[in-house]
Structures are given as C-alpha cells and as structure tokens.
C-alpha cells in the first residue's frame, strides 16, 4: 500500500470537519474525492501531508508514519497541487520548477533545468519556460504546477480541486493532463468535480459528505448506481447520472 | 553670484573632505539597519511571545525617542557605565539601530504582502520555514521593499548630518566650521544644501535603477 490514511479527525473551534476519514491508495492508482462543498475534502488533503496537522490519526507513505521521520523529507514524497496554483511569482516557469529539485533535492543548476524542462514538457509548457506566472493564464500557471510537483519525483501527487479557479474553457488543458499522468501510471488523490477525469481516469470515486466517506466505488458503478440518498442529490446537482434525485 | 562661486572654490574641497565621513556614516548604518531590521521583522512575524514581544518593545522605543537623544545617550550616557564609542562609532551605532526599527516596519510589511499560499506551496514541496522563507517569500518581499527603502536611505542619509552634534567631523560640522570662520554663514550653508541634494539625488537615481532592474511582472 502506497498511501494510508487512517482514521483522521480535525476539528475548528467547535465544527468537527472530518470525523474519522480512512482510505488507502495502491501505487499507480487515481482516486478521486467528490462531495459537497463544505464536507471537508480539501482539509482531508491537507492534513494527509499535514499542511494541517489532523488532531488524530495517521498517514503512512510506503507504510512509514509520515510524522515519525523528518516531516520535510516524506513532504517530498507527497506533491501537492493547489487550486490556486501558488506559483513563485519571482520565478520564471522553468525556474518554478527547478527549485525544489536544486534548493530541496540538492541537484545542480544545469541538471534541475534540465529536470525542469523535461517536466515542462510532459505539460505542453516548454514554449513559455521563461516566462513569469504573471505573464500565463490560469491554465497555463496550473500546468506549470504540475510540472513543479512531478520535478520533486513524488510518490502519491494530491490535488486540491485543480481546475475550479479555472475559467471553464480552460479546465479542459488541466484535465487532458492529468488523464495523461493517470495512464503513465502516477499515484494520484484528486479532489475535484471534473466528471470527465473522474469517468475516464479514476481508479475510484470516493463521496464524502458531512466529514465521513459515505461510499466509494469504481466510477462506473458509483455514478450508475450510487447506494446513499445523499450522493444521489449531489450527483444530479452536478450533472452526472443519479437517476432519480 | 561670482562671488559666491569664487566662496565655493575657496571652501568646498574642505567641506568636501567630509563627504567620506558622511557617506561612511550612513552606508554602515544602512547595513546596521539592513541587518537588525530584517531580524527584527523575522522576530515580529514568527517569533514566539518573548522575542515577538522584546522585538515590539525596541521598534517602539527607538521609533519613539529622537535621534539626537539616542546618539547622546550612546555617546555621553553609555561611558558612565563603562562603554566608550569614538564619535563616529557611536553614529553609527545611533543611525544603525534607529533606522532598523523603520526597516523592520518595512519589511514586515513587505513579506507579509507576499500570499500565503506561496509558502504552503514551498512547505508542501518539502522545504523548511527557513527554506521557504529564504528562496521564495523574501526575494519577493525585497523587491517590493524598494521604494520604502530608498525613502529611508534618503532620510537617514540626511539624518547623518546629526552626527556634528556629538563632533563627527563630516560635511555639516566642517560647513559650519567654515561659517565661524569667515562668517559668511548664507553661502556656507547654502553650499551645504546643494551637496546634499546632488547626494539625495544620486541615490534616488541608482536606487530607482535598481527598482527597475529587479522588477518582475506580476510583482
């Protein structure tokens, strides 16, 4: 087992967020995490790589505790994509994506760009490696994240609802790249609501709702026939299947 | 207006042997500032509650208290208890500590305009706060610093002139030397007021290139 997460709870003043959320990934697997705003899929994230820390529960990378080495170190091994990309706004594209590897992983200069243009390639970004976050669009900046998270050789990569800062025309760019790390074999947990990645990419639909998993399936049979009330609801509010909601 | 042409030429290079002294004074003060300031910024932004506070405590007294009073007591106090500064040291270490508590408003200010998700994104990679901190927040944070920097190196470049009070020989001591002597005080002073501005000038220029050198988009 890749990733195991187990039993996580976190709590704000008086909202318990998520109640005690355990799952696990097998390498290579894409997972996607949908439900409701509000359900706590974007906290569930975070305290996977402990952004924020969970106030129980544990992770494991490759069946090692992540809180028990160098927090740091095993961060490397978990990537994290951001909804609102977070790029460096000092450093050009390629430079985005080269820092991790020369700062974090110690790599030289030449390699890490080499690295680095390599990444930019697997996102169709090598064209606009010189150019700052500024001078890119949304999709564009979310690519070259990507890139920045693939550079660091992650094991598990984590996005957190990577297309819904996007206008929609552009979301489509984000998601055939993402298809496309899920079929080279990448380990991924995905927030999102991109029904096309979730149908065609995803190994698993995991809903939560209320800060529990409510229930998770293959995408075939979670979105034809989905067990709970509730995921029935959410699903027709977006769009996909829930034959009766 | 010859005449006070032929003044200048009579008294300027003395006056001028002063300008080492003045531009010494404020580049070591600057570099004082420079320093203390951003390690005050850094105790006011992630210090725990005793440095947080201590550092508080000395942005306040020094933005607080004139800095003529924090030269003397440098100068005149500090030996009653045993530490004796030449005059130009003890400038310096006025100057220098006085406008470290401006820079260290500045920065703050600066890095706190950097967002937050910049250094969750350098955490999330798998860097330390001080790594995250080192390559990302403040290569941002001091280019924006800029203008309110160069404003500071202005004033304090200015501020300098403080230092005759306590007989630093730099260029308003020896101006004001000039007047007794001949006591033609409108010309030497007015002498003065031009070296000072083509100062203040200059390093308004190099530090607006500097601003534009350094500038990135979307920054």
Sequence with gaps: ?245 | MSEFLEFGAEHLPYILEGLPITLGLWALAMAIGALFGLLLAWARLYGNKLIYGAATAYVEIFRGTPMLVQMLFIYLGLPEIGIVFDPFTAAVIAIGLNTSAYQAEYFRGAIRSIPRGQLQAARAMGMSQFQGLRWIILPQALRRVIPQWSNEAILELKYTSIAYAIGVSELTARAEKIGYETFMFFEVFMLLALIYIVLTGTVAQILQFLEKRTAIPGL
């Excluded at chain 1, 080495?69 to 594209?93: C, G, I, S, Y």
């Design chain 1, 1 to 245: 087992m890749l990733l195991q997460v187990e039993n996580i709870h976190k709590r704000y003043g008086t909202a318990e967020v998520l109640k005690g959320v355990s799952l696990n990934v097998v390498a290579g697997q894409s997972k996607v995490i949908m439900g409701p705003s509000g359900t706590g899929k974007s906290t569930l994230l975070r305290c996977i790589n402990h952004l924020t820390p969970p106030d129980q529960g544990r992770v494991l990378v490759e069946g090692v505790e992540i809180t028990s080495a160098n927090l740091n170190k095993m961060r490397e091994k978990l990537a994290f994509v951001f909804q609102d990309f977070n790029l460096f706004t000092h450093l050009r594209a390629v430079d985005n994506v080269a820092v991790g590897p020369r700062k974090i992983r110690g790599m030289n200069k030449v390699a890490a760009r080499d690295l680095a243009m390599r990444e930019l390639e697997r996102v169709g970004m090598v064209e606009r490696a010189e150019a700052y976050p500024a001078e890119l669009s949304g999709g564009q900046q979310q690519r070259v994240s990507i890139a920045r998270a693939l550079a660091m050789e992650p094991k598990v990569i984590l996005f957190d609802e990577p297309t819904s800062a996007l206008d929609p025309e552009l979301t489509g760019e984000v998601v055939a790249v993402m298809k496309q790390l899920a079929s080279d074999g990448m380990t991924m947990l995905v927030v999102s609501h991109e029904i096309g990645f979730a149908r065609q990419a995803a190994d698993e639909i995991i809903f939560m709702d209320g800060g529990h998993i409510l229930e998770q399936g293959p995408p075939e049979q979670l979105f034809a026939s989905p067990q709970h009330e509730r995921t029935r609801q959410f699903l027709s509010r977006i769009g996909e299947g829930g034959a009766g909601a």
